[in-house]
């Protein structure tokens, strides 16, 4: 699996977006990108996954650079219940094989 | 609540103890998982069950015993472990379908020290 590379922690205000980097250069063409998240002391949360085109849910929005090199997670009005390790890990589409980086820790402040 | 359910959620063993921990889903998934969270440390993947076959086992130590009765369940059965197995152990299952995604759902986990 392609190895990422994630800021170790960002912080953000509260009820303003969050945009969390990733890079991922070596990833190859039928790896998809997945985003995580793990609030302390809990079991990680699927947040959203991507191949190429951006895409969009209820809790997030996945920005995937058209050359594929490195994408953004954007929370766009981040809450303090958002305060978690996110983790960006890329996978083939079934996923079976999750490795976990470090993450990185998002700090939401009031 | 995920729908993947470890007990215990604590557990404090001595090491010449022999304990298990279990997993259960309900959610129809066909694959399941073993994850270890030392202190801040990355999650490492242990093992991986497919449609109750073990699929993958990354070097994991034969002290930790992996079981698959089922594909709603799961365990790790726990034997003569070192103080630096104690961490987070977690489970996740999948629907383990091929070819599509297949979001993984992550149990609270079991905080296991070794004493």
């Known amino acids: 699996d392609a190895k990422t590379t994630q800021p170790t922690s960002m912080d953000c205000a509260e009820g303003r977006a969050a945009n969390l980097p990733c890079n991922h250069s070596?990833?190859?063409?039928?790896?998809?990108v997945y985003w995580y998240r793990q609030i302390h002391s809990q079991g990680p949360q699927y947040i959203i996954h991507?191949?190429?085109n951006n895409e969009t849910n209820e809790m997030a929005s996945l920005i995937i650079t058209e050359d594929r090199k490195s994408s953004t997670l954007i929370l766009p009005h981040a809450t303090l219940r958002d305060t978690a390790v996110y983790y960006c890990i890329v996978s083939y589409l079934d996923g079976n094989k999750l490795v976990f980086g470090a993450g990185t820790i998002l700090r939401v402040k009031s | 609540e995920t729908g993947v359910t470890q007990t215990p959620r604590h557990l404090v063993m001595g090491m010449t103890n022999k304990k298990s921990l279990k997993c259960e889903q309900h959610l129809g998934h066909n694959a399941m998982y073993w994850y270890k969270q030392s202190a801040k440390k990355p999650l490492e993947l242990m093992f991986v069950?497919?449609?109750?076959?073990?699929?993958e086992n990354n070097s994991v130590p034969s002290r930790f015993s992996p079981e698959c009765p089922n594909s709603s369940h799961l365990f790790l059965h726990l034997h003569t472990l070192q103080p630096e197995d104690s961490a987070l152990y977690l489970c996740?299952?999948?629907?383990?379908?091929?070819?599509?995604?297949?979001?993984?759902?992550f149990g609270q986990g079991t905080r296991l020290t070794v004493v």
């Open positions: 069950y497919n449609f109750k076959e073990q699929t």
């Open positions: 996740a299952s999948s629907p383990g379908q091929q070819g599509e995604y297949t979001e993984a759902f």
């Open positions: 991507g191949l190429k």
């Open positions: 070596t990833i190859s063409g039928n790896e998809y």
